[in-house]
């Protein structure tokens, strides 16, 4: 059965980014603004992106561990390797904050004493995981992060994200590993708008976004979007509405993804992967045997251009028990699980029940 090799990497440090609203922050002008917008609120708000998410997922893999699956630590990313996609301007003004807490943004962005090293270490683990599918010591390797990093531009903190993970796994993969050409699949429920800002320009990075349309957060990456001067085509956005799910997912993938990397040839699959497309979560409708079959989509990708080298960086996903049991689920196709036919629930149930029932309705019985 486990005829693949797959690492996950997965880092304590990580959860030592836990801002909380009742903390004393940084005072001024924004944490004014964030203090009026969450006292007009109806019900108390904490931040969803919180670290249970990473402990679900450890406390799942080790309950119920994966045949064949290598498990591994993080670690930090330099500041010349944050620099390949941030500016030193953007890096030294994250720096300010370690040790604080701190609002970097209304949406929800905000660091706390641990952050900063946090976020260090989430993108220095995709470079890890990078590094261990390009020596070959594995086939693919997930990179269990947080904060996560797609909404991080090159000069701006966004979406709970503070530094773009898979953008800096990217520009590695490009300056040091000898992979110039890079395709980076992001099937979070949110646009990946960091992601494209960073390489809107590039030729030698595919950006692939599927996402719930503008105007849900963050609003970007309309259908038009398509990168521009030499990177002009490799950006390619699909936009669904609220309550597309597994179909929309998967046709998008056959029909879109696989032809653009079938022209783009790209010496490695990154994918921004996150989970709050699940149906439990609550922004579209993915089944977890969807992102199992996703997951068969992008090893296709990768086994037909660049010997199966795939890496995944984890985006998104908020509700638990959805995401901890999706990246399981996920986790046990990188070993090599046929991923199972993805069906409309109930479809199987009701041709039972049609197979019980017409014998009743024919003259011949
Ligand atoms: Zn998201």
Redesign the pocket.
């Known amino acids: 059965m486990a005829n693949r090799r797959a690492l996950a990497l997965f880092d304590e440090r990580m959860l030592l980014h836990r801002p909380q609203v009742e903390d004393p922050f940084q005072p001024g002008r924004l944490e004014r603004r964030v203090r009026e917008i969450l006292n007009g609120l109806e019900v108390k708000w904490n931040f969803p992106e919180r670290p249970e998410r990473l402990v679900a997922i450890r406390d799942l893999l080790d309950a119920e561990p994966i045949a064949g699956l290598v498990r591994g630590t993080g670690r930090s990313a330099s500041r010349e390797q944050l620099a390949r996609v941030h500016t030193f301007g953007y890096l030294d003004s994250i720096d300010r904050w370690r040790g604080r807490s701190a609002w970097l943004d209304v949406d929800t962005t905000a660091v706390s004493p641990g952050s900063v090293e946090a976020a260090e270490i989430a993108a220095g683990t995709a470079i890890a995981a990078v590094e261990a599918v390009a020596s070959g010591s594995t086939d693919s390797a997930f990179a269990l992060v947080r904060p996560?990093g797609?909404h991080a531009e090159s000069v701006r903190a966004r979406?709970s994200c503070l530094f773009n993970n898979v953008a800096v796994a990217a520009a590695h993969a490009q300056a040091e590993l000898n992979f110039p050409r890079i395709l980076i699949v992001d099937w979070?429920?949110?646009h990946g708008n960091g992601t494209q800002e960073i390489f809107w320009a590039s030729p030698d990075v595919l950006f692939f976004d599927i996402h719930r349309a503008a105007p849900f957060y963050p609003g970007s990456g309309l259908l038009g979007d398509v990168g521009a001067g030499l990177g002009e085509g490799t950006t390619v956005n699909v936009p669904i509405p609220a309550g597309a799910g597994d179909a929309a997912f998967l046709k998008a993938m056959r029909e879109v993804l696989r032809p653009a990397a079938d022209w783009f040839k790209p010496d490695l699959v990154l994918v921004s992967a996150?989970f709050?497309a699940h149906q439990a979560d609550f922004?579209l409708n993915v089944s977890h045997e969807g992102f199992a079959a996703m997951t068969g989509i992008v090893q296709e990708i990768a086994d037909r251009h660049c010997e199966g080298r795939l890496v995944l960086v984890l985006?998104?996903?908020y509700q638990l028990e959805a995401l901890s049991r999706s990246v399981h689920t996920v986790l046990r196709v990188l070993t090599g699980e046929t991923p199972a036919e993805v069906r409309e629930p109930g479809l199987a149930e009701v041709e039972d029940a049609a197979a019980f029932h017409l014998p009743a309705f024919s003259d011949d019985a």
């Open positions: 996560p797609h979406g979070d429920a949110h996150g709050d922004a985006e998104g996903g």
